[in-house]
């Protein structure tokens, strides 16, 4: 299945970022998805996650009140609005099904987020 994410860029601190990701799998719908990252020498980490139906999300702890997920099951696309952007979410997002990263054999290309200070 091919997940591709968007929507990265250089932004400054306290800035905001829209990240896409879009998928041709006719089963999106059935799953619960991730935005995950990983930043440079660090392991990858699971951002936040949303329900199938989008009715249930959570976040770690480090982006919550700031990023928002949310998925258009019509559109096969899931989002991360991403606000007061800090350096430290400099990183490599990615997208990928709600589930343990060491059980995740496919990434896809991921999207680069850089935050200036």
């Known amino acids: 299945v091919q997940l591709v994410e968007s929507g990265g860029g250089l932004v400054q601190a306290g800035g905001s970022l829209r990240l896409s990701c879009t998928t041709s799998a006719s089963t999106f719908r059935l799953n619960a998805m991730g935005w995950y990252r990983q930043a440079p020498g660090k392991q990858r980490e699971l951002v936040a996650g949303?329900?199938?139906?989008?009715?249930?999300?959570n976040y770690a702890d480090s982006v919550k009140g700031r990023f928002t997920i949310s998925r258009d099951n019509v559109k096969k696309t899931m989002y991360l609005q991403m606000n007061s952007l800090k350096p430290e979410d400099t990183a490599v997002y990615y997208c990928n099904y709600l589930r343990s990263i060491a059980t995740i054999a496919y990434w896809g290309q991921g999207t680069q987020v850089t935050v200036s200070s």
């Open positions: 949303i329900s199938s139906g989008g009715d249930s999300t």
